[in-house]
């Protein structure tokens, strides 16, 4: 009877499980592919009619690498119809597709150093190539029905993978349809092509938030740039630039950076100094600067920099009962298209907080805690440090620092400064009443006489 019991629990288990399907069911009925190389990043959006063929809802869809020779940054979906975005877990769309019904849905995905330079050094007059190399195929663990793929550049192009039934109009390579595409399917894309676009990456962005809770709070971020695209080689000429617009295509001169609105006390300096060729400007929804490095860019070239400002606390902090909620972006704008290798940012929270919790709106990959001293603190400020990798403007993202503090920990400072300029008016009328001259003092006498 027991031994019977065991087997009706596993058969309730497998039965519970059939009753809300496998990802094994669905299929591609049909797929449209734009894979976007305009900029340096490459940007690849899918349509996708997907199919439950099974008798059982199927909640999830799972999305697979494109097979691209790059490292995928991001990724969204959503319904074809709905500009809200569905949640991606794991690589897993969170949809519900019901039994024998079809939903339309599309799947974006960003890859950074997809584009290979090719050749990997040039002369300062000479054309940049770029070597993209891909999946013909929508890569996807289901199986496809047909597809059609289009591959979009921003200039010549020198060379493509010619597979049939295909087609060349401009910047623009068709391919398909493909039919019966079978899950996992690839076969190799490689579009050789010419590409001005200032391949430029941020290796190194250290951003830090200094909260206040009087006034304003501090945000300044060190950060490091190198042109990844074709490295130049061969003596640099500078009259060259002036002159012949070929000579400076691949180079950047400047970019723009867009700072909150309520930015303000904006400072941009290098290792040297202040630069004073940059320009500031005030735009309705933006601060903008727009920065221009010491010399202009090239391939394999970089340049390091800090940027300052302060907003007003209330911009970026707000109270919920006795706990303080402190929300800003996790990386800021840089310049458009923007690539971060390596991001670590920093929050420095005022001294005695308590009780502190984080939410990204993405997983990091690092979170640890430091500690700041800076004036009149005693025991020091908590820094929460997190640090991600390959960041693109889609995680320009707000996150979340929680925390509360001990009653009157918030006048503490204040009232420190205040006794500390009293101590010092009162020394300064002590210093002015006490002579500390050895000469005689000749009204004194006379007065004594």
């Known amino acids: 009877m027991w031994r019977n019991s065991g087997v009706w629990a596993v058969l309730a288990v497998v039965l519970a499980v059939g009753a809300v399907g496998t990802g094994a069911s669905l299929v591609n009925e049909d797929v449209t592919r734009t894979i976007n190389a305009q900029t340096h990043l490459t940007n690849v959006e899918a349509k996708v009619t997907v199919k439950n063929t099974g008798s059982a809802a199927v909640h999830a869809y799972q999305v697979s690498d494109a097979n691209i020779d790059g490292v995928l940054a991001f990724v969204s979906a959503k319904f074809e119809d709905s500009d809200d975005e569905l949640p991606v877990r794991d690589g897993a769309v969170q949809v519900n597709i019901a039994a024998?019904?079809?939903?339309?849905?599309?799947?974006?995905?960003?890859?950074?150093?997809?584009?290979?330079?090719f050749p990997t050094e040039i002369h300062q007059k000479d054309d940049q190539l770029v070597k993209f190399t891909g999946n013909l195929y929508f890569a996807s663990e289901y199986p496809t029905t047909t597809q059609k793929t289009s591959v979009v550049v921003p200039g010549r192009l020198e060379s493509f993978t010619k597979s049939k039934p295909y087609s060349n109009k401009g910047q623009e390579l068709s391919y398909g349809p493909y039919t019966d595409v079978k899950a996992n399917a690839h076969k190799d894309l490689s579009v050789h092509f010419e590409s001005y676009t200032p391949f430029l990456t941020v290796t190194k962005l250290v951003r830090e938030v200094t909260v206040s809770h009087w006034g304003y709070a501090s945000i300044s971020e060190d950060i490091t740039i190198v042109h990844s695209g074709a490295k130049l080689v061969g003596e640099f000429s500078r009259l060259d630039l002036q002159r012949d617009p070929r000579a400076g295509r691949t180079a950047l001169r400047s970019f723009t950076t867009r700072l909150p609105a309520a930015a303000s006390g904006v400072n941009y300096r290098d290792v040297i100094g202040n630069i004073s060729t940059s320009n500031l400007r005030e735009e309705e929804d933006a601060v903008i600067v727009e920065i221009q490095p010491r010399f202009p860019l090239f391939g394999g070239?970089?340049?390091?920099?800090?940027?300052?400002?302060?907003v007003p606390s209330g911009e970026i902090l707000s109270t919920e009962g006795s706990t303080y909620v402190m929300s800003t972006r996790f990386v800021g704008h840089v310049f458009d298209n923007q690539v971060v290798d390596e991001a670590e940012v920093r929050v420095v929270l005022p001294e005695g907080a308590a009780d502190v919790q984080v939410n990204t709106p993405f997983p990091v990959d690092e979170q640890s805690e430091d500690v700041k001293v800076t004036y009149f603190d005693t025991t020091g400020r908590s820094v929460i440090v997190l640090k991600k990798a390959n960041l693109v403007e889609e995680h320009m993202?707000?996150?979340?620092v929680s925390y509360t503090m001990p009653a009157g920990s918030t006048v503490r400072e204040p009232l420190m400064a205040?006794?500390?300029?009293?101590?010092?008016?009162?020394?300064?009328?002590?210093?002015?009443?006490?002579?500390?001259?050895?000469?005689?003092?000749?009204?004194?006498?006379?007065?004594?006489?």
């Not at 024998?100 to 330079?117: D, E, F, W």
């Not at 500390?420 to 500390?436: D, G, K, T, W």
């Open 100 to 117: 024998g019904k079809s939903v339309n849905l599309v799947i974006t995905q960003v890859y950074t150093h997809a584009q290979k330079p």
């Open 301 to 310: 070239w970089k340049t390091q920099y800090s940027l300052a400002y302060d």
């Open 418 to 449: 205040v006794a500390f300029f009293f101590a010092l008016f009162v020394v300064a009328i002590v210093l002015n009443r006490v002579s500390l001259s050895i000469a005689p003092d000749v009204q004194a006498d006379k007065k004594k006489q």
């Open 397 to 400: 993202q707000d996150f979340t």
